[in-house]
């Protein structure tokens, strides 16, 4: 069983920045590759970002390339992904998810195991 706990999500302007956090508990050594979703009001639930927990190899979707950063911190065991120059449209609750063992489709929701709660992210003026 992993644990996963998101925080760091709020108001940000447009061009603004926030770092999203995603900490790890329970059966670490589980986790070969972790990854963010989001889902906007209406929509479903999308990949963001996906990041190999050794290697640390990443992965993004078109829309956030050059603005988002996905890393993870071992000792921490924390996942993070740092947002820049936000747009509105980056509006939506972010997730952070562990892959299931054996899984290569890190775009997929339904390769993910274990989900956190979410943090809510508004991109307004």
């Known amino acids: 069983q992993v644990y996963l706990v998101e925080s760091g999500g709020g108001l940000a302007q447009p061009g603004g920045s926030l770092r999203l956090s995603c900490l790890v508990s329970?059966?670490?050594?589980?986790?070969?590759?972790m990854g963010w979703f989001r889902q906007a009001p209406g929509k479903e639930r999308e990949f963001v970002a996906a990041?190999?927990?050794?290697?640390?190899?990443?992965y993004y979707t078109d829309s956030v390339k050059g603005r988002f950063a996905v890393s993870r911190d071992k000792a921490k065991a924390t996942l993070y992904l740092q947002m820049n120059n936000l747009k509105p449209e980056d509006t939506a609750v972010y997730y952070c998810?562990?892959?299931?063992?054996?899984?290569?489709?890190?775009?997929?929701?339904?390769?993910?195991?274990?989900w956190g709660q979410g943090t809510r992210v508004t991109v307004s003026s």
């Open positions: 998810a562990t892959m299931k063992p054996g899984e290569k489709k890190v775009y997929q929701s339904s390769s993910y195991l274990y």
């Open positions: 990041t190999t927990w050794i290697s640390e190899s990443t």
């Open positions: 329970g059966d670490i050594d589980s986790v070969i590759s």
